[in-house]
């Protein structure tokens, strides 16, 4: 099994929707998750990132982790065309100096 | 806003050629890592570094790749003989200290090797 799971995709909503992102892990001393947003050849660019399991919100993007499950899920409200990129899931088990831990990423595209 | 720096933006080498990516991590970060990301596929971690050395290597990163910071604020990463499959982007990370977790990417370094 793999140690991260995310759909690659492809993703395609209307301008306006609400989106939902998701990954699953197999790891259960994960407790540090990130979503990063990457548009095409360029680096990762952090979005949220959470410590282990309940909610938080920034603006549009709420990012949720539910450790019992080993799932977490990024939602985008109100999606607008810019939010048009890959968004990858990354975690780690430890704070600090560790490696991130990355799915393979979703392509969204948001439609106008 | 502080952001992590990579040059050069694309390089392209030949094989069993050595290959110097640079990297100007976030000023006051202490943790330093490269990535890689071959076309299609996940980021992968290659290695972690720390008060100046090695904290943490994936199989990935053999005796063909070393690490090091010259100066107070590059960071670089060498291939010494590269090959065809090293072709990929390189990321240059950062992290603060040892409360975050968090780590901050550069744009990466397009390696392609012919």
């Known amino acids: 099994q793999k140690e991260v799971e995310q759909d690659p995709g492809p993703l395609s909503v209307p301008e306006g929707a609400i989106v939902s992102l998701n990954c699953t892990y197999s790891?259960?001393?994960?407790?540090?998750f990130m979503w990063y947003r990457q548009y095409s050849r360029k680096g990762p660019e952090l979005l949220m990132y959470t410590y282990s399991s309940g909610n938080k919100e920034d603006g549009r993007f709420t990012a949720q982790v539910d450790k019992s499950s080993k799932y977490i899920s990024l939602f985008i409200r109100d999606s607008q065309p810019s939010d048009s990129a890959t968004y990858l899931c990354?975690?780690?088990?430890?704070?600090?100096?560790?490696?991130?831990?990355f799915g393979k990423g979703t392509r969204l595209s948001v439609i106008a | 806003e502080p952001e992590v720096t990579q040059t050069p933006s694309h390089q392209v080498t030949q094989m069993g050629q050595e290959v110097i990516l640079r990297c100007v991590p976030i000023s006051n970060h202490l943790y330093f890592y490269w990535y890689r990301q071959i076309l299609g596929q996940k980021v992968e971690f290659l290695v972690s570094f720390y008060n100046n050395e090695i904290s943490e290597k994936s199989e990935i990163f053999d005796d063909q790749f070393s690490v090091e910071r010259p100066d107070g604020s590059n960071f670089t990463l060498k291939i010494r003989s590269t090959k065809l499959e090293d072709s990929a982007m390189y990321f240059c990370a950062s992290g603060e200290g040892p409360s975050s977790y968090e780590q901050y990417f550069g744009p990466g370094t397009r390696l392609t090797v012919t």
């Open positions: 790891n259960s001393a994960f407790q540090y």
């Open positions: 990354a975690m780690s088990a430890h704070s600090g100096n560790t490696p991130l831990v």
